[in-house]
């Protein structure tokens, strides 16, 4: 009896024991800790870092876009591990007896020392957040991926992304889950983007000098960002530092250059880049005369201010100017952009932080040229003026509210074509064609919620987005009737400043991540998304001479709903990632125009648009190796998307432009030394849907062509591989550094199609011709740094 | 189509963009073979004479065959049956003139598809009212001269409406307009002129010393030529199908050609084709002696 009783005791004695712990931790008070995570060389903030407390049961936040984190922990000595890729992970210790605010400095990793990984963020960061279908890649990746005539192309990163795919040979454009290039927001410090194209396509208007990172939302797109349907590229410039540096780049075609430095520390640093093409200073050595005596060349121009006022405050002012020209014989033409951004950073407390954005971009186009005849000119412009106030609030570590209102007010000036001189037909000068004017304004409350539960296993995020578009004047409006005739052929003149149309719509947005296995995460979404803006786009051959337009009252919004779910695991210590996701679109108010449409400078277009319904399924596959000797991915995507159109394709379903099955894109890295790497890449693409006829038949002395379905054949699959080598000259460990690289585009020389044409031969013989614009494209490029 | 030669020449110019920036090669077409469609073609005009009706087959695009005639079992028009002249070739008497304002109804009977039962296919027009040519004239494209390039200049009143208008040139006795891609198709954005008398330079065919014939030939002008306009009133349906068909053989400019298509038909039962009509109206105008145009000896 006195054992039993001796086990008892010892027994309860134990588990008191263990319970005072307990008891004593629910007792024991808690404070916040919150804090900025830092560049500790040039005091750049740090997004996704990760801040954890060691020993923590696990407790681990991620910083925001303010670089700021905030935990919730007893009372005590408190151990951070703070890591960010690319940087030495450190430990911070501190005493917590009162809520704390703190600055963590974290030293970049010496590039001389360890490869970093292919991604702006870590393996473990991509596993346990909420979101999904994102690809967030830094300035460093896209300035190791081999270039075409030597520049450096974040889109062409993109275009390399899982469940990405180029619009066409050449071309800026891009597919998202076989969405068209309109469908993707494209946004440069918040300001919206148009056509981010320099010649014809051939490359991108971001100088990677001027870029720190991008991010590609390919359908789980936020609730603070909308109007587009396929996906969201949010681009962010770089920012000074407070040390002065001089980059540059001098290639066979073009060359850049871009300073950046601080004022008095780095309360107000500063950062300017520029780049230049000189390709027609090659162009008299060519043997045609035309191309002799042509005019080909492209300048930009990127400016960053921040100023941090206080701590609480940070303003910063984003410039760009873009140009191309091109001038062959008596016609050229000249387009480009100019974008203006100025943000406000407020910190209200360390748990509330608000930012203002106010926004400005021009795109415009400006074509000319002489006949014997006449003189022409064709102008085309968009303008875009937007604001928005974003609130982010942290009532707790591992819980995220934020809300807002944007507001965009859009102008487009389609098209106006003026004749000057006396025409063919005898009409005089003074003829003009000229598209109507329109204006779009859209108006957005949104709100999403972000946080974790079951011992942070599982991270759930949910939002709403409430618009209203209106239509404004001046304009000319067009309506048409169920067959797409007009209903009154002269329209109705809109006065300025008269609203006459709108629309409401709202966008859920919904996203879930489950942590099964530390290694292993379950994620699911849904978003349904709305676009009020639409490109018509006259070929797949890629144009700088495209048209804008808003909704109307007969251009119905178009809209999504995406449902997306996948696995992420990590392997090996996180040295590799593997994931697989699968999605589904449905589309409404979808666009396409009308067999033999009316294109050119027609303003009554809403008679050459048909609407219906569109489909986007697949399923993507992600291999990714972060560190080592050899990093980078290898993606697998198929996907299908198609096309219900009444009055296209007899009504019945058609392979939309984008419907490409199978796309493949291996991207790899290897560090042969500390002073060489190399780079390669492969894209496969299946070959894009095209129209061609199959049978004629005899009319008034012509073969008129028969056509089946639209879209029914293909271009031949497109593929290409890519290589560039970077050897580092002269000493390492020194201030002053340069290198070369040395890149060969389409290494094999494939000839990829650009466009397809009919000719026929002296015998009467109809023939298909295909034009390709690249074969083996080989560059050098000096680049230095100091 | 007033705009029509700014918007050409846009085309053109932009085009060289195109040619200067790629380089071209042949390839081949895989995929199945089209099964052949049958095609019924006929126009009925105002003008006595022989109306024809053409009956066919297509042929696969891009091979060496050309498109033949197949007999029908029956041709008849507004219920009377039409004589059978040649292989596909069905025609009315020789003095035979579509009435203003009628309606013309074709019915043709064969077996296409070969399975023994005999498919019916269909097809109305309604015949447009003529707008006369009441003036054709000569223009100096030259200010304050008499001399080549011209333009031919029409004056006509148009009518309240909806009014399709095509045209036919004749150089002397020959249709220069013998081809789709020579034949004018006006194009209807012009309101303001709705119910006026429309004095309208032709932009079609620009009058030189000598002009694009068939098969790289060139046609040579002379003082003294006489220059024919065939104003054709269009009946809606020939209408579109000639400006669809003249699109489609135009040539395609790659940054600008919209979607490619089949040119829209009013023939039932799965055919391809038009019946249509128009109603004619001529004037001549004789060119002038000018240093431009020799005189023929």
């Avoid at chain 2, 979607?259 to 001529?282: D, E, M």
Wanted: proline share 4%.
């Amino acid at each position: 009896m006195k054992r039993h009783f001796t086990v008892i005791g010892i027994t309860l004695g134990f588990f008191l024991a263990l319970m005072l712990p307990v008891s004593a931790l629910l007792a024991q008070t808690k404070h916040t800790l919150s804090g900025k995570v830092m560049d500790g060389q040039d005091g750049e903030i740090l997004t996704g870092a990760v801040v954890k407390v060691v020993e923590g049961n696990d407790i681990w936040t991620l910083t925001d876009a303010r670089g700021r984190f905030v935990l919730t922990l007893p009372e005590g000595r408190v151990k951070l591990e703070v890591s960010y890729i690319g940087y030495e992970t450190q430990e911070h210790e501190l005493i917590l007896d009162s809520n704390k605010d703190t600055f963590l400095f974290l030293t970049p990793l010496s590039y001389y020392l360890e490869s970093v990984t292919v991604f702006a963020e870590s393996a473990g960061t991509r596993l346990r957040r909420a979101e999904m279908s994102i690809e967030r890649v830094d300035a460093e990746v896209i300035r190791r991926v081999p270039t075409l005539f030597g520049e450096v192309d974040l889109l062409k990163v993109v275009q390399m992304l899982p469940g990405v795919q180029a619009a066409s040979e050449g071309s800026s454009g891009f597919h998202v889950r076989g969405g068209s290039p309109d469908q993707n927001m494209i946004l440069f410090d918040n300001a919206t983007l148009y056509n981010v194209s320099h010649m014809l396509g051939f490359f991108s208007i971001f100088n990677s000098d001027a870029v720190r990172d991008m991010t590609l939302y390919k359908g789980d797109i936020p609730a603070r960002f909308g109007g587009r349907l396929s996906s969201l590229l949010e681009v962010v410039p770089a920012e000074g530092a407070g040390r002065f540096s001089v980059k540059g780049g001098i290639g066979l075609i073009s060359s850049k250059l871009s300073i950046q430095g601080g004022v008095a520390g780095d309360r107000l640093t500063y950062l300017a880049a520029g780049r230049r093409t000189y390709a027609d200073f090659f162009l008299p050595l060519a043997k045609n005369e035309l191309v002799k005596n042509a005019t080909i060349h492209f300048y930009d121009l990127n400016g960053r201010l921040r100023w941090r006022v206080n701590d609480n405050n940070y303003i910063y002012l984003t410039l760009y100017n873009g140009r191309d020209k091109f001038a062959i014989s008596d016609m050229g033409v000249k387009f480009g952009n100019s974008v203006a951004a100025i943000n406000w950073n407020h910190s209200f407390s360390d748990r509330f932080f608000m930012q203002a954005h106010a926004t400005y971009t021009n795109y415009d186009y400006d074509f000319k040229g002489s006949t014997n005849q006449m003189e022409m000119e064709w102008v085309s412009r968009i303008q875009d003026a937007g604001m928005r106030l974003d609130f982010s609030y942290m009532p707790a570590a591992g819980h995220l509210l934020e809300f807002g209102y944007t507001s965009n007010f859009q102008w487009y000036q389609p098209g106006k074509a003026v004749g000057i001189g006396e025409l063919e037909s005898g009409v005089q000068i003074e003829q003009d064609i000229t598209m109507s004017r329109r204006q779009g304004f859209v108006n957005v409350l949104y709100f999403s919620n972000e946080h974790k539960l079951f011992n942070e296993r599982m991270e759930l995020r949910y939002g709403l987005r409430l618009n209203r578009f209106d239509n404004a004047g001046p304009t000319t409006l067009y309506k048409v009737d169920e067959n797409y005739n007009l209903i009154e052929e002269e329209g109705e003149e809109i006065p300025s400043g008269v609203f006459f149309h709108h629309e409401y719509g709202l966008e859920p947005r919904l996203g879930i991540s489950y942590l099964a296995t530390p290694d292993l995460s379950l994620k699911a979404s849904y978003a349904r998304t709305l676009q009020y803006v639409h490109l018509l786009s006259f070929s797949s051959a890629g144009s700088p001479m495209e048209i804008w337009i808003p909704s109307s009252p007969c251009i119905k919004p178009q809209s999504s709903h995406q449902v997306s779910a996948g696995a992420f695991a990590t392997l090996f210590r996180k040295n590799y990632e593997a994931s697989v996701e699968v999605f589904y679109k449905d589309l409404d108010n979808v666009l396409d125009f009308k067999d033999h449409p009316n294109l050119l400078l027609y303003d009554k277009i809403e008679t050459e648009l048909r609407f219906g319904t569109g489909k986007s399924y697949g399923i993507e596959f992600l291999f990714r190796r972060n560190k080592g000797v050899l990093t980078g991915w290898v993606s697998y995507t198929w996907s299908r998307s198609f096309r219900t159109i009444p009055g296209v394709n007899n009504g019945q379903k058609y392979r939309s432009p984008s419907d490409r099955p199978h796309n493949i894109n291996v991207v790899l890295f290897y560090d042969i030394s500390p002073r060489m790497e190399v780079s390669l890449n492969w894209v496969y693409a299946t070959g894009q849907p095209v129209t061609l006829p199959e049978g004629r038949y005899w009319f008034y002395n012509e073969l008129i062509p028969v056509y089946t379905e639209r879209n029914s054949y293909r271009m031949a699959d497109y593929h290409r591989m890519d290589a560039s080598l970077n050897i580092r000259l002269g000493k390492m460990n020194r201030r002053w550094k340069h290198s070369l690289n040395i890149s060969v585009y389409n290494l094999y020389g494939r000839k990829n199609p650009w466009a397809i044409n009919f000719r026929m031969k002296p015998t009467g013989e109809q023939y298909l011709e295909m034009t390709y614009l690249f074969s083996v494209v080989p560059s050098i490029t000096w680049n230095f740094s100091f | 189509m007033k705009y029509f030669k700014i918007i050409n020449t846009l085309l053109w110019l932009a085009t060289l963009t195109g040619g200067v920036t790629g380089c071209t090669e042949p390839i081949e077409l895989i995929g199945d073979d089209m099964e052949s469609r049958l095609v019924i073609t006929g126009t009925l005009s105002t003008e006595p004479g022989y109306q024809i009706i053409e009956i066919s087959s297509t042929v696969p695009y891009f091979g060496t065959d050309l498109p033949e005639n197949i007999d029908a079992a029956k041709v008849v028009l507004n219920g009377r049956e039409l004589t059978r002249d040649a292989p596909g070739i069905y025609t009315t008497g020789e003095n035979f003139a579509a009435v203003e304002g009628e309606t013309y109804v074709l019915e043709v009977w064969m077996d296409y598809d070969g399975d023994g039962q005999q498919e019916y296919y269909s097809a109305t027009t309604t015949v447009p009212y003529v707008h006369v040519l009441e003036s054709l004239s000569v223009k100096s494209l030259v200010p304050g001269a008499v001399d080549i390039p011209f333009v031919l200049l029409a004056g006509f009143q148009d009518t309240p409406g909806d009014d399709y208008y095509g045209a036919a040139l004749w150089i002397n006795s020959d249709l220069y307009s013998n081809r789709i891609l020579r034949y004018y198709v006006h194009s209807l954005n012009d309101y303001s002129q709705d119910g006026s008398f429309i004095r309208y330079p032709i932009p079609e065919w620009i009058i030189t010393g000598s002009l694009v014939w068939d098969n790289g030939e060139t046609y040579d002008l002379y003082s003294g030529d006489v220059l024919t306009v065939e104003l054709q009133t269009l009946s809606e349906e020939y209408y579109r199908f000639l400006q669809e068909a003249k699109i489609e053989k135009n040539q395609h400019f790659p940054l600008f050609s919209g979607p490619r298509g089949n040119v829209t038909g009013n023939i039932s039962g799965g055919a391809l084709g038009i019946f249509g009509s128009y109603a004619v109206s001529r004037k001549s105008v004789i060119l002038p002696k000018c240093p431009g145009l020799p005189e023929r000896q």
